[in-house]
């Protein structure tokens, strides 16, 4: 399977002048899935089944980060803010496409990552944008600036397991094969903000070792978690 690696490239497009301004409205998107039913679904009529293909691009956006890109951009008061891999993030004008803040975002040396770099966005909420990181903290963000406003560490490297290939003992099928993943921990949801609360959960713990398969192009051949090997049909304590 290739790898889902690209240049972040944010495009925004845009209906010709055929529908009327009056019937246009501006619909914010102020959290991952739109609201809190999480159905992705604006009820807007500019854009129908029989102008949709009449789209045009009005701007682009290009972050300069080659990385998995996960995000669903965020929408409000005519501010796109939009989360980057490994977690910067950039406030940009929803109009024109211009840059108004990028913050950076400085990972934890040497913090063991879980799974990848991808996030799936921030929330905005009271003046603030929320971001949960690779490495486990819950970051707000002043809306206007970029500006840091405070950083949680909700979970530090001693909470992951690690897990070894010796594990397995010197007769297991597995002993030599190639190794991928690891158990870090890290934040890769979009936070919720609800009644002044900032929800965020956390992700890798018992992500396993995963061994590779005896054969090419086959599944993962084995996971292994503290004490225990699974494997496709199988299951044992070591």
């Known amino acids: ?5 690209a240049l972040a490239l944010l495009s925004v497009f845009l209906l010709p002048c055929s529908v009327p ?13 739109l609201d809190y039913s999480n159905q992705r679904f604006a009820q807007i009529a500019q854009i129908n089944r029989d102008n949709v293909q009449q789209l045009t691009t009005a701007w682009s956006y290009r972050s300069g980060v080659k990385a998995t890109f996960q995000a669903s ?8 803010y939009l989360s980057l891999p490994f977690n910067d993030v950039v406030a940009l004008d929803a109009v024109t496409g211009k840059q108004r803040w990028r913050y950076k975002h400085e990972r934890i040396k040497d913090y063991p990552l879980c799974c990848g770099p991808a996030n799936r966005g921030v929330a905005v909420a ?4 929320f971001i949960g990181t690779v490495d486990a903290r819950l970051i707000a963000l002043d809306a206007q600036t970029g500006k840091r406003l405070w950083d949680i560490q909700v979970a530090g490297s001693s909470s992951a397991h690690g897990e070894s290939a010796s594990q397995l003992g010197d007769a297991a099928a597995f002993k030599s094969a190639g190794v991928s993943g690891q158990s870090g921990v890290g934040i890769a949801m979009a936070p919720l903000v609800y009644q002044g609360k900032v929800l965020v959960g956390v992700t890798g713990v018992g992500y396993g070792l995963h061994l590779d398969a005896d054969r090419e192009n086959k599944p993962l051949g084995a996971v292994v978690v503290p004490g225990q090997l699974w494997q496709a049909g199988l299951y044992r304590r070591l």
Do not use: L, N
């Not at 301004?21 to 899935?33: H, N």
């Not at 009271?126 to 944008?129: A, C, L, P």
């Open 1 to 5: 399977m290739k790898s889902a690696y």
């Open 21 to 33: 301004t009056s019937q246009a409205q501006d619909t914010e998107w102020p959290s991952y899935g």
């Open 73 to 80: 951009p965020i929408m409000v008061d005519k501010t796109i």
């Open 126 to 129: 009271q003046g603030k944008v």
